[in-house]
Each structure stands twice: as structure tokens, then as C-alpha cells.
């Protein structure tokens, strides 16, 4: 059975920095590519950074290109993301996906398979 598991949200001042993490069990992580979402109240899921199975693929949104960094552990089966000189607008439920597809550069929800049950963050001013 595939299951994500995110952990690292929590509450954080603006200008700081979290890791969240996601733990991926039930399948073979190194055949899939990743992304991780984000959610605000009364806002459409937005797609904010993902990593290929090979590594070397990383794509990121507009809104966090230089301040979030993803990576992934294929011995931990963890796939991570590095948030730093967080702000009030990064405030979110963030969410893990997988997907074996090719497409996942688009940082589209529908281009992936499977989800975590999300971890909230939270930036205060």
C-alpha cells in the first residue's frame, strides 16, 4: 500500500525557516518523481517545487524560487523541502505527491498519483 507521510509544519516568525519531510512507504521511491503543494484557506492548491526520479530534474514556482529547496533521500525514502525567508503569504497546509509520470514538472495536481494527509505551516508577521 503507497502512503506518504509529511511532518516538519509548525509555527514559525516571517523571515525563518522550516524543513518539512515526507516518508514514503509501500512502493520503490527511486522510480518516482515528487512534488510538494500548498493550500491556504479559500485558495486553489498550488503546486511549489518538485524533483524528478533521477535528481537532477528540480522545478519550482515563481513564488518560491530562491528561498525553497527540494531533495530527496532514496536510502531514507524521504523527500524533503527546504523552506527559508518564509512570509505571511507561505502560510499553508503543504502536501507530498508521487508520481511515476513524466509531466510532473508542471506542478500540476493532476499529474500525480498519490498524497500525504498534509502538514500545516504556519508564518506569522
Known amino acids: 500500500q503507497v502512503q506518504l507521510v509529511e511532518s516538519g509544519g509548525g509555527l514559525v516568525r516571517a523571515g525563518g525557516s522550516l524543513r518539512v519531510s515526507c516518508a514514503a512507504s509501500?512502493?520503490?521511491?527511486?522510480?518516482?518523481?515528487y512534488g510538494w503543494f500548498r493550500q491556504a484557506p479559500g485558495k486553489e492548491r498550488e503546486g511549489v517545487a518538485g524533483?524528478?526520479?533521477?535528481?537532477?530534474?528540480?522545478y519550482y514556482a515563481d513564488s518560491v524560487k530562491g528561498r525553497f529547496t527540494i531533495s530527496r533521500d532514496n536510502a531514507k525514502n524521504t523527500v524533503y523541502l527546504q523552506m527559508n525567508s518564509l512570509q505571511p503569504e507561505d502560510t499553508a497546509v503543504y502536501y507530498c505527491?508521487?508520481?511515476?509520470?513524466?509531466?510532473?514538472?508542471?506542478?500540476?495536481?493532476?499529474?500525480?498519483?498519490?498524497w500525504g494527509q498534509g502538514t500545516q505551516v504556519t508564518v506569522s508577521s
Open positions: 505527491a508521487a508520481t511515476t509520470g513524466w509531466r510532473f514538472y508542471k506542478l500540476v495536481s493532476s499529474e500525480y498519483d498519490y
Open positions: 509501500g512502493f520503490n521511491l527511486d522510480r518516482y518523481a
Open positions: 524533483i524528478g526520479a533521477g535528481e537532477h530534474s528540480i
